[in-house]
């Protein structure tokens, strides 16, 4: 049957770990809403999970070439993304001093989340055509105006860690393709530049208050409360955690956000030690298959798309559970397939939707 046929060529080792980081992600949410005795968070998670599912086979039915063979199409979706992007300043509503959503109805839309999956299809698209000719520097100036356009409209939304995860997209995806030495010293010398240029001018005081805090953790009341109930979180799970829904960080309320950035500190306190280390064994063999995409790949468009996916995954696994230990400064970062959103989610489905199909017709 065709059907089967289908089934068979899928990628379960894709599939799997990505579910099962879901239901973490669910478990940890149900937890915050018996909190606040309110289910509409885990609700809608559910409905974007089944979504996500459906999107992810959608788009594994169609033919990836189309997008390694189309430009047109890409920069048709680039375009759209930066429509969309630039339209949160003046559309957006404002939510916490900051227009970071789309709002339609009850649900919230983030158009940093398909600017990720785009971006790295772009990316792909142009170095595969381009990697014997890395060694000119105009293919890294050229493909960094792509990704500047829609870094400044994240970064001015603002949003300092979607900045920073599509700037590392756009490094790992260079170094993938063979940069010469030398011209990453410059960009990293460029990076030194124009972060001690943001720090001055550009960065607002709560973002320099969250570095200030993270640096010198010691304003237990005011800009580290964060990061300081995160360390309460995770050191009082222990081995076997206190049980689901028994945290009492997330049930008394001490634990900001816990649906979303600090939903890793919901887990280790929950689920402790052990639940972290079996949180890390999947998230790592996700990625390892991921990984697996882009060396069994035959062509470049494949193994820089799915390299660029693992890039992202890898960088916000350790941004957001860095912000959790207070390894690194809050920056609003969410753990892919477990924080809640459903743009993110659905996101990452596309992803490996994506994926998908680079497998069954590889």
């Known amino acids: 049957m065709p059907f089967l046929n289908y089934l068979r060529k899928l990628d379960w080792g894709l599939i799997i770990p990505a579910v099962l980081l879901v239901c973490f992600g669910l478990a940890g949410i149900w937890s915050t809403c018996v909190a606040k005795n309110n289910f509409s968070n885990f609700e809608k998670q559910v409905i974007f999970f089944i979504l996500g599912l459906a999107i992810m086979v959608a788009v594994s039915l169609l033919d990836y070439r189309i997008l390694r063979n189309n430009s047109y199409l890409i920069l048709v979706f680039y375009g759209i993304c930066v429509a969309l992007l630039l339209g949160l300043h003046f559309f957006a509503p404002v939510i916490k001093g900051t227009r970071g959503w789309y709002k339609i109805g009850i649900l919230s839309a983030d158009p940093i989340e398909p600017t990720k999956i785009v971006l790295v299809v772009l990316l792909a698209k142009y170095f595969s055509m381009r990697h014997v000719e890395m ?41 993938i393709s063979g940069i010469k030495i030398n011209h990453f010293l410059v960009l990293f010398l460029c990076f030194v530049l124009v972060a001690g240029f943001a720090w001055g001018f550009l960065l607002k005081d709560y973002q320099k208050q969250r570095i200030t805090a993270f640096l010198f953790p010691y304003d237990y009341f005011g800009a580290s409360w964060s990061q300081n109930q995160t360390k309460i979180s995770i050191g009082s799970g222990q081995i076997f955690g206190q049980g689901l829904a ?26 402790g030690i052990a639940g972290i280390a079996a949180l890390f064994i999947i998230y790592g063999f996700l990625v390892w298959r991921v990984l697996l995409v882009a060396v069994q790949s035959q062509s470049n468009f494949p193994r820089l798309f799915a390299s660029g996916f693992a890039i992202i995954l890898t960088a916000q ?3 957001n559970i860095g912000m959790n230990l207070s390894l690194l400064p809050v920056v609003g970062i969410y753990l892919p397939f477990i924080s809640y959103g459903g743009s993110g989610l659905i996101g990452n489905f596309v992803s490996l939707g994506i994926l998908q199909s680079i497998k069954i017709r590889k």
């Open 317 to 319: 696994f350790f941004i």
């Open 135 to 175: 060694y000119k520097i105009r293919h890294i100036i050229f493909s960094g105006l792509y990704v500047l356009l829609p870094a400044v409209l994240i970064f001015i939304k603002p949003d300092l860690g979607g900045t920073a995860v599509i700037l590392l997209v756009w490094l790992g995806i260079l170094l």
């Open 246 to 271: 028994k945290g009492s960080q997330v049930q008394y309320g001490f634990l900001p956000e816990p649906h979303t950035d600090f939903i890793f500190s919901v887990i280790a306190e929950e689920w």
